[in-house]
Antibody
Framework: EVQLVESGGGLVQPGGSLRLSCAVSGFIFSDYYMDWVRQAPGKGLEWVAR??????????EYAASVKGRFTISREDSMKSLYLQMNSLKTEDTAVYYCARAGVATRYFDYWGQGILVTVSS | DIQLTQSPSFLSASVGDRVTITCRAS??????LAWYQQKPGKAPKLLIY???TLQSGVPSRFSGSGSGTEFTLTISSLQPEDFATYYCQHLNSYPITFGQGTRLEIK
């Protein structure tokens, strides 16, 4: 069974940092692109970042709203995905989901349950 | 950036109804479009990808069509479990973007 489990969320002050983790099981993690998607309270979905797999040199893509502040990374041996979030702003407050991109399609075919990040003083 | 505009933003319908949601892209995206369903407090669920391909395990009452800039999601006969919010999403280029969502409620 495919599972994605996020951790590391919580309350942080503006300007602070937080690192999210996503532990996966049930599939060959190293084969897949992986993404972070967020949802502000009561709002729609916003794609945050993508990491490609090893054959594609682990290259990354970011939304403009987080570029330069957030860093997506992965550790294939640990079957884990990460999101390092620096210089956090109140508008980064959201539920953050990790999502698997289908190996052939690249659409988000499995999602974690989400983790809440609250940026507030 | 490619903007996706869904219509309507809110839809009230009854069990058994046929409903259609439209997603319009600000520029052509070929068939690089997906539809997701999200229920309150839950993660989104992939329904349709590549504009018209049904994801494994999704009931056949869901269907998608379109290419270029206009796409539709159709539910042929609404079931109680279909009342949720629906999002379109493109994969044509970066950044990946989602539509603003269509909230489907019971009449």
């Amino acid at each position: 069974e495919v599972q994605l489990v996020e951790s590391g969320g919580g309350l942080v002050q503006p300007g602070g940092s937080l690192r999210l983790s996503c532990a996966v099981s049930g599939f060959i993690f190293s084969d897949y692109y992986m993404d972070w998607v967020r949802q502000a309270p009561g709002k729609g979905l916003e794609w945050v970042a993508r990491t490609r797999n090893k054959p594609n040199s682990y290259t990354t893509e970011y939304a403009a709203s987080v570029k330069g502040r957030f860093t997506i990374s992965r550790e294939d041996s640990m079957k884990s995905l990460y999101l390092q979030m620096n210089s956090l702003k109140t508008e980064d407050t959201a539920v953050y989901y990790c999502a698997r991109a289908g190996v052939a399609t690249r659409y988000f075919d499995y999602w974690g349950q989400g983790i809440l990040v609250t940026v507030s003083s | 950036d490619i903007q996706l505009t869904q219509s309507p933003s809110f839809l009230s319908a009854s069990v058994g109804d046929r409903v259609t949601i439209t997603c319009r892209a600000s520029q052509g995206i070929n068939s690089y479009l997906a539809w997701y369903q999200q229920k309150p407090g839950k993660a989104p669920k992939l329904l349709i990808y590549a504009a018209s391909t049904l994801q494994s395990g999704v009931p056949s009452r869901f269907s998608g069509s379109g290419s270029g800039t206009e796409f539709t999601l159709t539910i042929s006969s609404l079931q109680p479990e279909d009342f949720a919010t629906y999002y379109c999403q493109h994969l044509n280029s970066y950044p990946i973007t989602f539509g603003q969502g269509t909230r489907l409620e019971i009449k």
